[in-house]
C-alpha cells in the first residue's frame, strides 16, 4: 500500500541554523501539507501546498518557513533560522478527495 | 471559532467493552469530521470519517455519531480490544473541494485492558 515517507526521522540542530525536511508524498496524490505537534499540544496546520505553489498557511508559517516541490516526487519544508521554540514532530501528508494521508513524521529538536 | 474541543484526553477500557470518545466544534462551516488513529513513532492513520449530511457511520467496530444540532460528533470503539490501544484524534476539515485544512482536537490517549 503506498504511503508519505518523511527522512530524517529525528534532526538534531542548533538555534539558528536552517533545517530542511523531506517529504515522499503518495505519487498520484496532488494536494500536500505540512503540520507540526509540539509536545503535549494539539497537531496545528501549517501550510497547504498545491499546484507549485502554497494555497493556504497558517500565522505560524512566517518568513522563516519556505515549502518547495525542487522534483517531481519530493516536497520539502525549510526552516531557515531555527528558535527553541520550533521543536516538535513535523509531519508531511497528502491527499486524494480529501481524504490526508500522513507519514511519520520528523522530530524536529533545537538546541 | 476554529477548535474542536476533544474529551476525555484518556481513557481506560477492559478488552470486550465500549470506548468512547468526545468532541465538540464551534465553526459551522466545518463540514467532514475525520478520526485518525496513532500509534507510537507512528504518524496519523485514518480510521474513519464523516459529513454532517448523516448521523451516524459505523465501519466494523468503529462508529461515528453526529449532532448536528449540538455540534457535537463522538467515536465509539466496540468490543475494543488490546490493539485498539493508541492515541485518537479528531478533527475537522474546512476549505474548497480536496484543499482542506485539518483542525484537530488535543487527542485521547486509550488504553484497552486485556
Known amino acids: 500500500e503506498p504511503e508519505v515517507t518523511q527522512t530524517p526521522s529525528h534532526q538534531v540542530t542548533q538555534m539558528g541554523q536552517e533545517v530542511i525536511l523531506r517529504c515522499v508524498p503518495i505519487s498520484n496524490h496532488l494536494y500536500f501539507y505540512w503540520y507540526r505537534q509540539i509536545l503535549g499540544q494539539k497537531v496545528e496546520f501549517l501550510v497547504s501546498f498545491y499546484n507549485n505553489e502554497i494555497s493556504e498557511k497558517s500565522e505560524i508559517f512566517d518568513d522563516q518557513f519556505s515549502v518547495e516541490r525542487p522534483d517531481g516526487s519530493n516536497f520539502t519544508l525549510k526552516i531557515r533560522s531555527t528558535k527553541l521554540e520550533d521543536s516538535a514532530m513535523y509531519f508531511c501528508a497528502s491527499s486524494e478527495r480529501g481524504k490526508q494521508f500522513f507519514g511519520p513524521g520528523t522530530r524536529l529538536t533545537v538546541l | 471559532q476554529q477548535q474542536v474541543k476533544q474529551s476525555p484526553q484518556s481513557l481506560i477500557v477492559q478488552k470486550g467493552g465500549i470506548s468512547i470518545i468526545n468532541c465538540a466544534y464551534e465553526?459551522?462551516?466545518?463540514?467532514?469530521f475525520p478520526w485518525y488513529q496513532q500509534f507510537p513513532g507512528k504518524g496519523p492513520a485514518l480510521l474513519i470519517a464523516?459529513?454532517?449530511d448523516v448521523s451516524e457511520k459505523k465501519e466494523g467496530r468503529f462508529t461515528i455519531s453526529f449532532n448536528k444540532s449540538a455540534k457535537q460528533f463522538s467515536l465509539h470503539i466496540m468490543d475494543s480490544q488490546p490493539g485498539d490501544s493508541a492515541t485518537y484524534f479528531c478533527?475537522?476539515?474546512?476549505?474548497?473541494?480536496?484543499?482542506?485544512?485539518?483542525?484537530w482536537g488535543l487527542g485521547t490517549s486509550l488504553a484497552v485492558n486485556p
Open positions: 478533527a475537522a476539515s474546512i476549505g474548497a473541494g480536496n484543499n482542506r485544512k485539518l483542525i
Open positions: 464523516i459529513r454532517p
Open positions: 465553526n459551522t462551516a466545518f463540514d467532514y
